[in-house]
């Protein structure tokens, strides 16, 4: 991970430069310097990208890596001094000074000393002659990769069937266009073994004049492409060697322009492939067709507009089909292995190359429930372990890491963090990623936003699987595959970039990983590692302690200087161990605990922090938690999440300028009417999450008017819970608003629809009623209104009639009906033919109606009791 590891330091050590130039005064130019240097390794980084096999470039490339985790380290260990000398009174701050000016001359000499080991490593890259290896690259191992893929994935086809014969019907279809089709899927998940299926189906070989498979490599060359393609269709009766590509593309054009062509191209990876042959392949009209497998969906939305074909996962009875035939061959399982057997295929999660290379292991073992069991539960660790090479799982699922570019490789092995099968939160992840400095983003757009998009780029390459999505089709959680996990492991064992520790694999050795992962009883792991300090800058806890807060807190501040992310999922601190933290920790930049009390004013030597994420384990719905009003020295806060019934101080005369997100934030009105008091102090609020507390309190009678939020001009997601007599709505909700929720309302549906319908970017509305009833039971949607919602989610609504006029809501996609019992029908609302699904959940007048208008009108129905 040198590449992120250089980048990420660039960066950090401009900001010093930026921010702290009064401290760094007297070594000001040797961090410059050194950025420099930093910089003409990150160019070195760029062009070795992709043409790393050669052992002596991975040994420099190593070697810059180390070099930059030292520079870190003497870096923020400085830092660290110098916020000790910030804490001191103004007389100890003068007495100290002659210490301050030695640590100057200290790090001064440290830096002297890495640049020195940097152009060692210059003098090394032209003694060894590494310009010479970085040209050359091996492509040997990737052919015998795919030999044995094919060997493991092409035998004793099963499934596939409705894959197999929607394929075959979109290649044979009597659409004259040129079509291009595509089969997208993980690494090992049958894309192979699937079109060979297709390609030697007697349909589609009587229907083709002439057809060619030739397979891609990662380092394909455009002539020998062209090659493989022209030989295998004039059986080497015409030499083409001699030939330029354009000559070449000239002569398959020739060959081509007479015949229904098939040409299937497997396993290509990149975009370029398609744009360098594509002229090659003529469209007269006839019915040819390309058949492309690949890993990246984005290989096939660039070279068709057909969307293309994301191979599914086996099911149970699909795996342990194909793990039976692999073990028994022609035979039959005895019975009193199958239930075992099936728990085995069970633990393969559903990939075909997993489940063939298992059984290949079993097939050669004694049949026998004693072998048998030994593999239950363990099949990940037999997949991934061989003692005379490295798995076909892992180098076939390797070739998709190494494909990946340089800012994505980071963010893939991030995964390491989190334990096996555990469903991770997206918006998590997200503020991760920018904490650790992996984003890299330009312009106006916000950092998650990039970081998103580098996680759809993940998710398009196969690498990362939905778990599942919010109701506007974003994905909400995600979660990595069992062998792709052991990879991400083993890659950042070896990258010094995450430790994993588990309660299976516990160590004492010192590392200079840069995370570490403690998944499991934390305890023991502590108890193992008591004294030692590690140069970790992010420590992730999973799971619970057999140790006290104190003992836990007292072990973290001892043994980690440098954190930028603690993230505790199943650790809580107590009230009397945060100050422990008060001088420590001034790098961090994300912090996520479970805390059950006030903040205490340490947190205000956190100036780094960017996301802060308080989770409650104890919840006391009659007491409300203020936030201290030092969490506006907090300049740097970007994320603020706070548990329910947490309070806002009301008197505070500062602002958090950089704040985007908020949530959920309580307001209680039964002590405070001036609400919306406090709100203001966040000007650049992207979305916001509020609980009104107090508006059921007996002695309140009077509705409450609804706050205005203009103030608010970047808010565009809002959710509002009101626990009792609360508002309609009134003019107040800004303009920018794309995603409203209404929870708790008691609901005037005349009013606040027509108010709701105004809003010209609102794409998904969101409203629930707890408990009350609709001052009106019916809706009425005037023409126009709404003009860019796509999703509407009505909850528990009292609701019986509902009406809209001519061009209301005239782009919805998705609608939810939920628990709505008295609703009888919207039968203009569900004959757009916009709509794309409906969803009627507990709302059984509505089941039969939407069924007649879905066989008419044709959306996707959801029906649940």
């Given at each position: 991970?040198?590449?992120?590891?250089?980048?990420?330091?660039?960066?950090?050590?401009?900001?010093?430069?930026?921010?702290?130039?009064?401290?760094?005064?007297?070594?000001?130019?040797?961090?410059?310097?050194?950025?420099?240097?930093?910089?003409?390794?990150?160019?070195?980084?760029?062009?070795?990208?992709?043409?790393?096999?050669?052992?002596?470039?991975?040994?420099?490339?190593?070697?810059?890596?180390?070099?930059?985790?030292?520079?870190?380290?003497?870096?923020?260990?400085?830092?660290?001094?110098?916020?000790?000398?910030?804490?001191?009174?103004?007389?100890?701050?003068?007495?100290?000074?002659?210490?301050?000016?030695?640590?100057?001359?200290?790090?001064?000499?440290?830096?002297?000393?890495?640049?020195?080991?940097?152009?060692?490593?210059?003098?090394?890259?032209?003694?060894?002659?590494?310009?010479?290896?970085?040209?050359?690259?091996?492509?040997?191992?990737?052919?015998?990769?795919?030999?044995?893929?094919?060997?493991?994935?092409?035998?004793?086809?099963?499934?596939?069937?409705?894959?197999?014969?929607?394929?075959?019907?979109?290649?044979?279809?009597?659409?004259?266009?040129?079509?291009?089709?595509?089969?997208?899927?993980?690494?090992?998940?049958?894309?192979?073994?699937?079109?060979?299926?297709?390609?030697?189906?007697?349909?589609?070989?009587?229907?083709?004049?002439?057809?060619?498979?030739?397979?891609?490599?990662?380092?394909?060359?455009?002539?020998?492409?062209?090659?493989?393609?022209?030989?295998?269709?004039?059986?080497?009766?015409?030499?083409?060697?001699?030939?330029?590509?354009?000559?070449?593309?000239?002569?398959?054009?020739?060959?081509?322009?007479?015949?229904?062509?098939?040409?299937?191209?497997?396993?290509?990876?990149?975009?370029?492939?398609?744009?360098?042959?594509?002229?090659?392949?003529?469209?007269?009209?006839?019915?040819?067709?390309?058949?492309?497998?690949?890993?990246?969906?984005?290989?096939?939305?660039?070279?068709?507009?057909?969307?293309?074909?994301?191979?599914?996962?086996?099911?149970?009875?699909?795996?342990?089909?194909?793990?039976?035939?692999?073990?028994?061959?022609?035979?039959?399982?005895?019975?009193?292995?199958?239930?075992?057997?099936?728990?085995?295929?069970?633990?393969?999660?559903?990939?075909?190359?997993?489940?063939?290379?298992?059984?290949?292991?079993?097939?050669?073992?004694?049949?026998?429930?004693?072998?048998?069991?030994?593999?239950?539960?363990?099949?990940?660790?037999?997949?991934?372990?061989?003692?005379?090479?490295?798995?076909?799982?892992?180098?076939?699922?390797?070739?998709?890491?190494s494909n990946l570019p340089r800012r994505l490789k980071p963010c893939f092995l991030y995964f390491s963090i989190y334990p096996e099968d555990f469903e991770i939160p997206i918006r998590s992840l997200m503020h991760l990623w920018v904490a650790e400095g992996f984003v890299q983003y330009t312009g106006h757009r916000?950092?998650?936003?990039?970081?998103?998009?580098?996680?759809?780029?993940?998710?398009?390459?196969?690498?990362?699987?939905?778990?599942?999505?919010?109701?506007?089709?974003?994905?909400?959680?995600?979660?990595?595959?069992?062998?792709?996990?052991?990879?991400?492991?083993?890659?950042?064992?070896?990258?010094?970039?995450?430790?994993?520790?588990?309660?299976?694999?516990?160590?004492?050795?010192?590392?200079?990983?840069?995370?570490?992962?403690?998944?499991?009883?934390?305890?023991?792991?502590?108890?193992?590692?008591?004294?030692?300090?590690?140069?970790?800058?992010?420590?992730?806890?999973?799971?619970?302690?057999?140790?006290?807060?104190?003992?836990?807190?007292?072990?973290?501040?001892?043994?980690?200087?440098?954190?930028?992310?603690?993230?505790?999922?199943?650790?809580?601190?107590?009230?009397?161990?945060?100050?422990?933290?008060?001088?420590?920790?001034?790098?961090?930049?994300?912090?996520?605990?479970?805390?059950?009390?006030?903040?205490?004013?340490?947190?205000?030597?956190?100036?780094?922090?960017?996301?802060?994420?308080?989770?409650?384990?104890?919840?006391?719905?009659?007491?409300?938690?203020?936030?201290?009003?030092?969490?506006?020295?907090?300049?740097?806060?970007?994320?603020?999440?706070?548990?329910?019934?947490?309070?806002?101080?009301?008197?505070?005369?500062?602002?958090?300028?950089?704040?985007?997100?908020?949530?959920?934030?309580?307001?209680?009105?039964?002590?405070?009417?001036?609400?919306?008091?406090?709100?203001?102090?966040?000007?650049?609020?992207?979305?916001?999450?509020?609980?009104?507390?107090?508006?059921?309190?007996?002695?309140?009678?009077?509705?409450?008017?609804?706050?205005?939020?203009?103030?608010?001009?970047?808010?565009?997601?809002?959710?509002?819970?009101?626990?009792?007599?609360?508002?309609?709505?009134?003019?107040?909700?800004?303009?920018?608003?794309?995603?409203?929720?209404?929870?708790?309302?008691?609901?005037?549906?005349?009013?606040?629809?027509?108010?709701?319908?105004?809003?010209?970017?609102?794409?998904?509305?969101?409203?629930?009623?707890?408990?009350?009833?609709?001052?009106?039971?019916?809706?009425?949607?005037?023409?126009?209104?709404?003009?860019?919602?796509?999703?509407?989610?009505?909850?528990?609504?009292?609701?019986?009639?509902?009406?809209?006029?001519?061009?209301?809501?005239?782009?919805?996609?998705?609608?939810?009906?939920?628990?709505?019992?008295?609703?009888?029908?919207?039968?203009?609302?569900?004959?757009?033919?916009?709509?794309?699904?409906?969803?009627?959940?507990?709302?059984?007048?509505?089941?039969?109606?939407?069924?007649?208008?879905?066989?008419?009108?044709?959306?996707?129905?959801?029906?649940?009791?």
């Open positions: 991970m040198a590449d992120s590891v250089v980048a990420v330091l660039i960066e950090y050590l401009s900001g010093l430069l930026k921010d702290e130039a009064n401290f760094l005064d007297g070594v000001e130019d040797r961090v410059n310097s050194l950025i420099a240097e930093l910089s003409f390794i990150n160019i070195f980084l760029k062009n070795s990208e992709g043409k790393r096999n050669d052992e002596i470039v991975k040994e420099v490339v190593r070697q810059i890596r180390d070099v930059s985790y030292e520079a870190e380290d003497v870096i923020d260990s400085f830092m660290n001094q110098v916020a000790e000398h910030r804490r001191r009174s103004a007389m100890g701050r003068i007495i100290h000074s002659p210490f301050l000016a030695n640590m100057r001359r200290n790090v001064g000499r440290k830096i002297v000393g890495i640049k020195e080991k940097i152009n060692e490593i210059y003098n090394n890259k032209e003694r060894y002659g590494i310009e010479r290896a970085e040209a050359t690259v091996n492509t040997v191992e990737e052919e015998a990769i795919h030999k044995h893929r094919r060997e493991v994935e092409e035998d004793d086809v099963v499934g596939f069937v409705h894959d197999s014969t929607t394929l075959v019907e979109q290649l044979t279809n009597w659409d004259p266009k040129l079509d291009v089709i595509s089969i997208i899927g993980m690494g090992g998940l049958g894309k192979t073994t699937l079109a060979k299926k297709i390609y030697n189906k007697l349909r589609v070989t009587r229907h083709f004049n002439c057809h060619v498979w030739v397979y891609v490599s990662q380092d394909f060359g455009t002539k020998e492409l062209l090659l493989k393609i022209l030989k295998e269709l004039a059986q080497l009766r015409i030499k083409f060697e001699d030939k330029s590509v354009d000559e070449l593309k000239e002569e398959l054009v020739k060959y081509l322009k007479e015949k229904r062509y098939l040409i299937v191209m497997d396993d290509i990876w990149t975009t370029e492939v398609w744009d360098e042959v594509r002229s090659a392949f003529p469209d007269i009209s006839n019915g040819s067709r390309i058949l492309i497998t690949s890993r990246n969906k984005e290989v096939a939305s660039h070279a068709s507009l057909t969307p293309p074909y994301f191979l599914p996962f086996l099911n149970k009875n699909e795996s342990w089909e194909l793990f039976r035939k692999k073990v028994f061959q022609r035979g039959t399982c005895p019975l009193e292995l199958e239930t075992m057997g099936r728990q085995i295929a069970e633990d393969c999660c559903g990939l075909p190359l997993s489940i063939v290379v298992l059984a290949g292991i079993l097939a050669k073992k004694e049949k026998s429930l004693h072998i048998w069991s030994k593999f239950v539960g363990e099949v990940t660790s037999f997949l991934i372990t061989r003692e005379e090479d490295t798995p076909i799982c892992q180098k076939i699922l390797f070739l998709s890491y916000f950092p998650e936003d990039v970081a998103e998009i580098y996680l759809e780029e993940l998710i398009d390459r196969s690498l990362i699987q939905v778990a599942s999505r919010r109701i506007d089709g974003g994905v909400k959680t995600c979660r990595i595959h069992d062998l792709l996990r052991e990879l991400c492991i083993s890659e950042s064992a070896k990258e010094k970039f995450v430790e994993v520790y588990s309660d299976y694999h516990l160590s004492t050795r010192k590392s200079i990983s840069r995370r570490l992962s403690i998944q499991g009883n934390s305890g023991r792991y502590m108890s193992l590692n008591s004294s030692v300090p590690t140069h970790a800058r992010s420590l992730f806890l999973f799971g619970q302690t057999s140790r006290s807060d104190r003992v836990t807190w007292a072990w973290v501040k001892r043994n980690f200087k440098f954190l930028r992310v603690i993230d505790f999922e199943g650790e809580a601190i107590s009230e009397v161990d945060v100050p422990t933290l008060n001088p420590t920790f001034i790098h961090l930049r994300y912090l996520k605990i479970i805390y059950n009390s006030v903040l205490p004013d340490f947190i205000v030597n956190l100036t780094n922090l960017q996301t802060l994420h308080i989770v409650a384990r104890l919840i006391d719905p009659c007491e409300s938690v203020c936030l201290p009003k030092v969490i506006f020295k907090l300049q740097s806060l970007r994320n603020l999440y706070l548990p329910e019934w947490w309070t806002l101080p009301c008197d505070s005369e500062e602002a958090l300028g950089n704040l985007k997100v908020l949530s959920m934030v309580s307001i209680d009105y039964h002590k405070n009417r001036s609400f919306p008091s406090g709100l203001d102090k966040f000007p650049r609020v992207r979305k916001l999450k509020i609980q009104i507390l107090g508006t059921a309190m007996p002695e309140i009678k009077e509705i409450v008017s609804f706050p205005s939020l203009h103030h608010l001009a970047h808010l565009e997601i809002l959710r509002i819970v009101s626990w009792g007599n609360f508002p309609g709505i009134s003019n107040s909700i800004p303009w920018r608003i794309t995603k409203l929720t209404l929870i708790g309302f008691t609901f005037r549906a005349g009013d606040s629809m027509t108010v709701l319908g105004k809003l010209p970017n609102l794409r998904i509305l969101k409203l629930e009623e707890e408990g009350h009833d609709l001052s009106d039971t019916s809706i009425h949607v005037t023409a126009d209104s709404f003009p860019q919602l796509q999703v509407l989610k009505l909850s528990n609504l009292a609701l019986k009639h509902w009406k809209q006029e001519t061009g209301a809501i005239s782009r919805l996609r998705h609608l939810v009906i939920n628990r709505c019992k008295q609703f009888t029908g919207a039968p203009e609302l569900l004959s757009l033919t916009t709509l794309g699904s409906v969803e009627v959940i507990q709302s059984p007048s509505l089941a039969t109606m939407i069924r007649e208008l879905q066989t008419r009108v044709g959306f996707k129905l959801l029906i649940k009791d």
